[in-house]
């Protein structure tokens, strides 16, 4: 397959026009070969072929807010209550997003809390209660973090619908969602991204096609291992 012939035509989204060439020169997307939290457990997995690593984009204020605005436009269609972060991730963006569009922010707590009063979800009131959020963080792989934070609204009472990333690995997580009865909305894919910095010049075709092949790879492993 030839990566030029597959390119698609180019109506760049949020993501693009604001973040995708920042990511790259900041480092937050980067290729090559490394490893995952799979491979704690899987040390033979396929390594993957690209890290993506969104939290330093927080460290930089003109880019943090077009992240913010990114999530915006994903929110813009949605219906809710409160915002609900996956700690920590996204939670800068999302302390951001709260402020900006006045909306009430809770955050579930995937260790739980062991003192005090044991809070499972930080920031929530007793009025929430059958209220509507919707859960933000910046990447999704499996979806295993964003299942577990679900399970932990849903027994405190939060309705919870649609999941929001802004890049989705396309490594099974959109699928666990939906099998679960959620609605994934992510600003860009892997491929796509892959297929946006072929077009402007910032990898190669030939870092592309090994890059989607490497990531065809991994998938395949996972799909073997669940």
């Keep these: 397959m030839n990566p030029k012939e597959t390119l698609p035509r180019f109506d760049p989204g949020p993501f693009e026009r604001l973040l995708a060439t920042p990511a790259y020169m900041l ?3 980067k290729f090559g070969s490394f490893r995952l939290k799979l491979h ?3 040390p033979d997995a396929p ?3 690209f890290y993506v690593d969104l939290r330093i984009l927080r460290r930089l204020p003109l880019i943090k807010r077009a ?3 990114v999530y915006e436009s994903l929110l ?3 219906s809710f209550d409160l915002l609900s972060d996956v700690p920590t991730g996204a939670t800068p963006f ?3 997003l709260s402020d900006r569009l006045e909306v009430g922010m809770i955050s579930p707590r995937l260790d739980p809390k062991s003192y005090g009063a044991k809070a499972p979800v930080d920031g929530l009131l007793k009025q929430d209660a059958g ?4 859960l933000i963080d910046d990447v999704i792989t499996t979806a295993d973090s964003k299942l577990k934070a679900l399970k932990i609204l849903a027994r405190s009472s939060i309705t919870v619908r649609d999941v929001v990333v802004l890049i989705d690995r396309e490594q099974g997580g959109k699928e666990s969602l939906e099998k679960a009865g959620f609605a994934l909305h992510s600003a860009i894919t892997v491929s796509r991204l892959l297929a946006f910095y072929q077009d402007q010049g910032i990898i190669t075709p030939e870092t592309r096609s090994h890059t989607l ?4 790879q991994l998938n395949r492993f996972m799909s073997q291992i669940v």
């Design 67 to 69: 992240a913010v605005t």
């Design 131 to 134: 209220k509507t959020a919707v």
């Design 27 to 29: 480092g937050a997307v």
């Design 94 to 96: 999302v302390s951001s």
């Design 76 to 78: 813009k269609p949605l």
């Design 47 to 49: 390594m993957s072929p």
């Design 40 to 42: 704690e457990s899987f």
């Design 213 to 216: 092949e490497k990531l065809h």
